[in-house]
């Protein structure tokens, strides 16, 4: 693993260590949510309308957070930010230590939390280019997406056994009291006022932001070939079906399945400081998004022959080492292909517009696995969950290829040349 940026940079070391802590937090936050309102409701309907309360803040606060981010000091929009997202979690912790036992009011208050995320997340991404420079930008971002996977694997685990052993209140306590390290860590973060103001404020700062990128093929290509692997090979709704008919031991299956994925970008973590050391981010997103797909391929593969050899009923284990197997390596290609694609936006994006783009991002990562979701549950009727994994993986390699062909100059893209500040033509 690559830790230059932890000893270059105090201050991002300081930031990512209370990300990391934050990060599992939040984590267990949602998932305890997701238990307390089917504690409350005894519905699935109910505890699927958490994504709709926070999808639509996520975007809409993403998009406009990254104007935010554009137009003020960035330390403060961030400090603000945080302090909000830390409020909700002890407003959690006030109200399940007082028995507050209302559903309208986690809806409302992971409302809050989703729109918070959205103008903080930007914010700190458009932050991190400031603290560690563009050459060391690969390897930050290893750190960060390393960070991630640990916080998925262990934060929905320990939120469980949280709620199982010592119920809501201690759970959303623990998350409150580990947030503070990340508001502390942007408390000490130096003033960051922008060097260049918006000409154009409001709505009109966000489509400005949106006419840039339509005259910047490399960077708009990170977020399509994105789009291409999360609409068109999307797992995870189909992983519960897939356990029931095909692989086996329902619930633990799953949780296995997705552990998986989150260990195979832990390992991207762990072994990659070969990664700091590439230059042509472009053929590195376009190989990792391949290799998506064919891995999602693979794992439709493997439910196909499970089911001819009789289906969950009379599955073998080696169905299930197969299966996972396959998310282990299905997790580390796309870990490669985000942390490239960062680090593409971060560098390739002028500072003064730095946010708004990076409210694109997240918009993007927000909102294509639920379209993918959505699609994959849809045409799982018509073809089946293994067809739809097999077709969608191949698809992701062909859309891939296609926008290659489209536009080739995003295979051409050399770090070394934006560090340089040459301006790549379309």
């Known amino acids: 693993m690559d830790l230059e940026p932890l000893r270059f940079s105090p201050a991002f070391r300081r930031l990512w260590l209370g990300n990391s802590l934050s990060a599992i937090g939040t984590q267990m936050t949602i998932i305890t949510v997701s238990l307390q309102v089917y504690a409350l409701t005894a519905s699935s309907f109910s505890v699927g309308l958490l994504g709709a309360f926070t999808l639509v803040p996520l975007i809409i606060a993403g998009l406009y957070g990254g104007a935010i981010a554009d137009a003020h000091d960035r330390r403060k929009v961030a400090l603000g930010s945080s302090l909000v997202l830390w409020a909700v979690s002890a407003t959690l912790a006030i ?34 280019p400031k603290l560690v420079g563009t050459r ?10 390393m960070t991630f996977s640990i916080a ?28 503070t390290a990340a508001v502390w860590s942007v408390y000490r973060l130096p003033p960051m006022p922008m060097a260049e103001k918006p000409t154009v404020r409001g709505l009109r700062s966000v489509r400005e932001g949106f006419q840039f990128l339509a005259t ?42 997705l552990a998986a994925a989150a260990g195979g970008a832990m390992l991207v973590g762990l072994f990659s400081g070969s990664l700091s050391h590439l230059r042509r981010h472009g053929i590195a997103v376009f190989v990792s998004v391949c290799l998506w797909g064919l891995c999602i391929s693979g794992l439709g593969l493997v439910v196909l022959l499970a089911l001819g050899h009789g289906g ?14 396959t998310m282990l390596a299905a997790g ?32 993007v990562v927000a909102g294509g696995p639920h379209v993918g979701g959505m699609l994959a549950g849809a ?12 077709v969608g993986g191949l698809g992701c390699v062909l ?19 934006t560090e340089q500040g040459v301006v790549e033509e379309p």
């Open 152 to 179: 998925m694997m262990l934060g929905p685990m320990l939120g469980g056994l949280l709620v199982a052993q010592y119920g809501y209140r201690w759970t959303y306590t623990i998350d409150a009291v580990t947030f």
């Open 332 to 363: 580390a290609a796309d870990s490669v292909s985000a942390i490239f694609r960062t680090t593409i936006l971060q560098s390739a994006a002028p500072d003064h517009l730095r946010g708004r783009l990076q409210g694109v991002f997240i918009v």
């Open 216 to 257: 910047q093929p490399n960077i708009r290509m990170t977020f399509l070939i994105d789009l291409a692997a999360m609409i068109l090979a999307a797992p995870r709704v189909l992983l519960p079906a897939i356990a029931a008919l095909a692989l086996g031991g329902g619930e633990t299956t799953v949780g296995l399945l």
């Open 312 to 325: 969950a009923a009379v599955a073998s284990p080696i169905w299930v080492i197969l299966a996972v197997l």
């Open 136 to 145: 060391l930008l690969p390897a930050a971002n290893s750190l960060n997406m």
């Open 95 to 128: 109200g399940a230590w007082i028995g507050v036992d209302n559903v309208w009011w986690l809806y409302g208050l992971m409302a809050i939390h989703s729109g918070a995320a959205g103008i903080n997340q930007p914010t700190r991404g458009a932050i991190i």
């Open 399 to 417: 859309a891939a290829s296609a926008l290659m062909r489209w536009q080739p100059s995003f295979l051409a893209y050399d770090a070394h040349r």
């Open 379 to 390: 045409s799982a009727t018509v073809l089946g969950e293994p067809w739809v994994l097999i």
